[in-house]
């Protein structure tokens, strides 16, 4: 089983528009609404390649009773914690080019005693679980350490632990050792300021590094079409497409994707060089999509092959 922990969880509508025109009234030609946040769309593509999974978050008000609907409906096992709040929604809007404009609502406020109420939730799967995987952004009301603990509390079951979030959220996470941290690249060098790194792909993986010496046991950055770089205990790697194979579209759920094939890859036990090629190919079939949490499974199986995988020399 797969555990997924979305703390600041919502109910994500999507509009798709002709044209997105600041400052003028635009017709919507579709809506579509369903239960998201990262580690729901980590789940609903984990689910989607056929592994049992279990959605742990926050949920209140008429948008929580729908995003527990529509988890019901989908059959993804949810675990919620219900709380006076109003779950919150994001807006993503889609015009005819594929182009995605996001907004994000900032989330309800937690109370102590449902913050308590979801400790005690991860504490009771963590050690049923194959992987964690704990995504986004932090809600008003939890502590400022939330990921670590949960982190911690994941760890001391025996259960792998992946992280992706970012700002302050990502740098205090790393306390608590989690196994994997997925940052993009914005998200790595926000995290690693103050240096004059090397050049080129280099200078990524001395950066993904950075973040191992602080905490983390293995970092995998994501640089949208330019592949993903890792630096783990055994090596770091670049996996990328070549550019023949680039895929337009949607990027919102592309990292989301790329989490749930590391999850799958760890849970299976794959080498490195593997599970990079899987995340690479998956969060492009993902990209193809206009639903984050949705991926094209014959994009993905077309490109699995031609993913190219290289070792980084770590001495330059």
Known sequence: MIVTVTLNIALDVTYRV??????????????????????????????????????????????????????????????????????????????????????LEPGPVIAPSEWAGLVTRVARLAPRADVVVLSGSLPPGVPEDAYAQLVSTVRSAGAPAILDTSGGALSRGLAGRPSVVKPNLDELVAATPGQDWAPGWLGIAQRADRLRAAGAEAVVASLGRDGMIATTPGGWWHARLPAPHEVRGNPTGAGDAAVAALAAGIAARCSWPELLADAVALSAAAVRHDLAGSVDSAVYQDLLGHVQVAEIDAGG
């Open 18 to 103: 002709a044209a997105l025109s600041p400052g003028r009234s635009i017709r919507v030609n579709a809506v579509d609404q369903r239960a998201g946040g990262k580690g729901v769309n980590v789940a609903r593509v984990l689910h989607g390649m056929g592994h049992e999974v279990t959605v742990v978050g926050f949920a209140g008000g008429v948008y929580g009773g729908t995003v527990t609907a529509d988890l019901m409906a989908e059959q993804l096992p949810g675990d919620l914690v219900p709380i006076a709040g109003q779950t919150r929604r994001t807006v993503t809007v889609v015009d005819a080019a594929g182009e995605a404009t996001v907004l």
